[in-house]
């Protein structure tokens, strides 16, 4: 029987606590065993308007920190609403600030702990949550200048001082020369495992302006992420009238989009050594583009003269996030789909904690066409070994071992 969680909407409830609030997903995650897997969540989530106050001190321009401390932050955000904020069993928007912390660590540090124990998190990769819609921002010196105050932010107080937490910090795409120089001063500091591209945008990142950011990443080992959303004032999603179509179609599309650009351009010959991956679009539009590529390249390979392969063999080698993976009738589609991707060694488990359609690490290990070894992989081995990690196992886990043991030895 399902423990009945509080309601987080109800003005009687004065405070609340992450690890009340998921404890069935605790108690699902012990059932599995999960202690025994090292999970690695590629794409986790916190609200950094919470903090504004603080990343804005990190702002260089003083005008610019003078108006976004004035505005509240509000002249850097371009939002159509937040349809995707719905009731649920996890904190949201300012329900979320009832929660209390104990003094010591920031609180980013202490909430973040709680949900990880509570899912079966090892290590987890945290992005913003407003800021990906940061993109199509008119004012370019904006997108920079927010995203180098949350970048040392993000870095001096949350990655210096918990080893748990990584990230592929906000590269500023509208300014090819301020993503470089972001690489180059961030690159080598401690918890950033790669860079990540805000897919909501319009500028041709196949330009060459680019290039030398690509080559900067390829040099140092870091991996580049293209992390999708969704955006309702685009000219054709304008032509929905319903949240879960913009939501349903968008955070597939600008991720098919950059990928189509990225080979017919020749990226991947271009910068073999670099590995990318493309994040929170789900899994179904992937075999969709691999056939549709290949059959449009076997017709004119002429205007892509830079491949060798077939598109299709390219995207094999890309990183794919796992989350939302679509919960299909036929299952056979989706053991297809891991098959045509390689899912074994190139899918990537992510939670999307804690947006309203996040998964949990049974959605994989629950996968009745997986051994566990492809398990293993896919909630953590893959990620450990592309970002270069060293073996982890919470301090949650290994008590959690330690009473199997005493269980089964009783």
Same mark, same amino acid.
């Given at each position: 029987?399902?423990?009945?969680?509080?309601?987080?909407?109800?003005?009687?409830?004065?405070?609340?606590?992450?690890?009340?609030?998921?404890?069935?997903?605790?108690?699902?995650?012990?059932?599995?065993?999960?202690?025994?897997?090292?999970?690695?969540?590629?794409?986790?989530?916190?609200?950094?308007?919470?903090? #504004?106050?603080?990343?804005?001190?990190?702002?260089?321009?003083?005008?610019?920190?003078?108006?976004?401390?004035?505005?509240?932050? &509000?002249?850097?955000?371009?939002?159509?609403? *937040?349809?995707?904020?719905? &009731?649920?069993?996890?904190?949201?928007?300012?329900?979320?600030?009832?929660?209390?912390?104990?003094?010591?660590?920031?609180?980013?540090?202490?909430?973040?702990?709680?949900?990880?124990?509570?899912?079966?998190?090892?290590?987890?990769?945290?992005?913003?949550?407003?800021?990906?819609?940061?993109?199509?921002?008119?004012?370019?010196?904006?997108?920079?200048?927010?995203?180098?105050?949350?970048?040392?932010?993000?870095?001096?107080?949350?990655?210096?001082?918990?080893?748990?937490?990584?990230?592929?910090?906000?590269?500023?795409? *509208?300014?090819?020369?301020?993503?470089?120089?972001?690489?180059?001063?961030?690159?080598?500091?401690?918890?950033?495992?790669?860079?990540?591209?805000?897919?909501?945008?319009?500028?041709?990142?196949?330009?060459?302006?680019?290039?030398?950011?690509?080559?900067?990443?390829?040099?140092?080992?870091?991996?580049?992420?293209?992390?999708?959303?969704?955006?309702?004032?685009?000219?054709?999603?304008?032509?929905?009238?319903?949240?879960?179509?913009?939501?349903?179609?968008?955070?597939?599309?600008? *991720?098919?989009?950059?990928?189509?650009?990225?080979?017919?351009?020749?990226?991947?010959?271009? #910068?073999?050594?670099?590995?990318?991956?493309?994040?929170?679009?789900?899994?179904?539009?992937?075999?969709?583009?691999?056939?549709?590529?290949?059959?449009?390249?076997?017709?004119?390979?002429?205007?892509?003269?830079?491949?060798?392969?077939?598109?299709?063999?390219?995207?094999?080698?890309?990183?794919?996030?796992?989350?939302?993976?679509?919960?299909?009738?036929? &299952?056979?589609?989706?053991?297809?789909? #891991?098959?045509?991707?390689?899912?074994?060694?190139?899918?990537?488990?992510?939670?999307?904690?804690?947006?309203?359609?996040?998964?949990?690490?049974?959605?994989?290990?629950?996968?009745?066409?997986?051994?566990?070894?492809?398990?293993?992989?896919?909630?953590?081995?893959?990620?450990?070994?592309? #970002?270069?990690?060293?073996?982890?196992?919470?301090?949650?886990?290994?008590?959690?071992?330690?009473?199997?043991?005493?269980?089964?030895?009783?």
């Amino acid at each position: 029987m399902n423990i009945v969680q509080p309601n987080i909407h109800d003005p009687s409830v004065k405070e609340i606590d992450t690890r009340v609030l998921l404890r069935n997903a605790a108690r699902e995650a012990n059932k599995r065993r999960l202690h025994d897997f090292m999970i690695v969540d590629c794409d986790a989530h916190h609200f950094e308007t919470d903090v #504004f106050n603080e990343i804005f001190e990190f702002m260089d321009d003083p005008v610019l920190r003078r108006l976004a401390q004035y505005t509240k932050g &509000s002249f850097t955000m371009r939002t159509t609403g *937040n349809y995707s904020e719905m &009731s649920g069993r996890v904190p949201r928007l300012s329900t979320r600030k009832r929660e209390k912390v104990p003094p010591g660590d920031h609180r980013e540090i202490i909430v973040a702990r709680r949900w990880m124990d509570a899912i079966g998190i090892d290590v987890a990769c945290l992005f913003p949550t407003p800021m990906l819609g940061l993109g199509t921002h008119p004012q370019v010196a904006t997108e920079v200048g927010l995203a180098r105050a949350y970048n040392r932010w993000l870095v001096e107080k949350i990655l210096a001082e918990e080893s748990r937490l990584k990230s592929m910090l906000y590269l500023p795409m *509208n300014d090819p020369d301020a993503s470089l120089k972001m690489i180059e001063e961030f690159g080598d500091k401690k918890g950033v495992i790669g860079f990540m591209v805000t897919s909501v945008r319009y500028k041709p990142l196949y330009d060459n302006a680019y290039m030398k950011v690509y080559a900067a990443l390829e040099e140092r080992g870091l991996p580049l992420s293209f992390h999708s959303a969704t955006n309702w004032s685009d000219q054709g999603m304008q032509l929905t009238n319903q949240f879960i179509a913009a939501h349903a179609l968008g955070f597939p599309w600008f *991720n098919m989009l950059h990928l189509t650009n990225w080979l017919v351009n020749g990226l991947p010959e271009r #910068f073999p050594k670099l590995k990318v991956i493309w994040i929170e679009s789900g899994l179904a539009w992937v075999p969709f583009l691999m056939q549709r590529l290949d059959h449009e390249y076997m017709m004119r390979s002429s205007e892509c003269p830079s491949l060798k392969r077939l598109p299709s063999e390219y995207m094999r080698e890309m990183y794919y996030s796992s989350q939302p993976m679509e919960r299909v009738r036929n &299952s056979k589609a989706l053991e297809v789909t #891991f098959e045509m991707i390689n899912a074994k060694d190139q899918l990537l488990y992510s939670s999307d904690y804690p947006h309203w359609d996040m998964d949990l690490p049974s959605t994989i290990y629950d996968l009745p066409f997986l051994d566990e070894q492809a398990k293993r992989n896919i909630l953590g081995e893959n990620a450990r070994k592309l #970002f270069k990690l060293e073996a982890y196992v919470s301090g949650a886990k290994l008590a959690q071992r330690a009473g199997a043991k005493a269980d089964a030895t009783s």
